[in-house]
């Protein structure tokens, strides 16, 4: 079993900056990739960033160059560094843990971020 816990959201003006942890517990060997959902309202879920145990990473064109995906791999722990933020950013925003050949291994239960004035 692996467990994710998200933190770090809350209430930012548009051009602030937000850091986003995902914590993992359990059986973390079985861990090859972690990522960053996020969903506002009345809109699909979509992938916002995503890293692999060897540190490979991947991102959404909306947020290349404003936002970066980190992991302490000692801490079993993945960072969102969200720089530079819209009044579109502002979702629910969901970690997920997946194993070997994509398998989904556990999703978090999000953490609100809103951007506004």
């Known amino acids: 079993q692996v467990q994710v816990v998200e933190s770090g959201g809350g209430l930012v003006q548009p051009g602030g900056s937000l850091r986003l942890s995902c914590a993992a517990s359990?059986?973390?060997?079985?861990?090859?990739?972690m990522a960053w959902y996020r969903q506002a309202p009345g809109k699909s879920r979509e992938l916002v960033a995503a890293?692999?145990?060897?540190?490979?990473?991947n991102y959404a064109d909306s947020v290349k160059g404003r936002f970066t995906i980190s992991r302490d791999n000692a801490k079993n722990t993945v960072y969102l560094q969200m720089n530079s933020l819209k009044p579109e950013d502002t979702a629910v925003y969901s970690c997920?843990?997946?194993?070997?050949?994509?398998?989904?291994?556990?999703w978090g239960q999000g953490t609100q971020v809103t951007v506004s004035s």
């Open positions: 890293i692999t145990r060897g540190g490979s990473t």
């Open positions: 359990g059986s973390v060997s079985r861990i090859h990739a």
């Open positions: 997920n843990a997946r194993g070997d050949y994509d398998l989904l291994l556990s």
